[in-house]
């Protein structure tokens, strides 16, 4: 078969096929790259400007050397106190037994 003036034959369509895939496949790969280069250095910052996690938060250590026997007894005199049983000073000289004052 003889190609016609101007117009490629099989062979010249399917090497431009090829060169125009090539090119793209090229092309495609470097945006690629840039991409991921940019995405990459997006993340990095944004890692950088997150703030340092907070320490977690302690439980409550009781201070003055309660023990925790002391705090239960003080907790059972408060609701007694609420409950009515125990007056004021009755609690207050309660308390003071219990801490050692």
């Known amino acids: 078969m003889v ?10 369509t399917a090497a431009r096929t090829a060169v125009v895939a090539g090119t793209a496949t090229a092309v495609s790969g470097r945006v ?6 940019r995405y990459a250095e997006n993340d ?3 890692y950088q400007q997150q703030p340092a996690p907070a320490p977690a938060p ?5 201070t003055g050397g309660v023990s925790d026997e002391a705090l239960a007894k003080l ?9 009515g049983v125990l007056t004021e000073e009755e609690f ?4 003071a037994q ?3 004052q």
């Open 32 to 37: 690629r790259a840039r991409q991921d280069a």
């Open 75 to 83: 907790e059972r005199l408060a609701q007694l106190q609420q409950q």
């Open 3 to 12: 190609a016609r003036a101007g117009r490629p034959g099989l062979l010249g």
């Open 58 to 62: 302690q439980a409550a250590q009781p």
């Open 92 to 95: 207050a000289a309660q308390k």
């Open 44 to 46: 990095q910052a944004a």
């Open 98 to 100: 219990i801490l050692g």
